[in-house]
């Protein structure tokens, strides 16, 4: 699911006009910028490849259930 997600957010920013697009990079940019100074990127990875992992095999448990409400507080 995670992969069509992308696939359709990446089929309508091909479709961008030059100008739209410069304007959402400069957006993306700001937002990477205030991510980065909240959750370090090793923890940011940790959890996208249980995520990952967990929709790849969805019999497993994700454990982090107890911390994922600290984790929106972070990243809000």
Partial sequence: MMNTTAEILKN???NF???VLEAFV???E???TENK???PQFQL???LYRIQFHNENPGTK???YENIS???????
Avoid: R
């Fill in 17 to 19: 006009s030059p100008e």
């Fill in 70 to 76: 600290e984790l929106k507080k972070y990243c809000a």
């Fill in 37 to 39: 100074s909240a959750v």
């Fill in 26 to 28: 400069k957006m993306m």
């Fill in 30 to 32: 700001i937002f990477e």
């Fill in 62 to 64: 994700l454990d982090f």
């Fill in 12 to 14: 309508k920013i091909e």
């Fill in 45 to 47: 990875d940790e959890v």
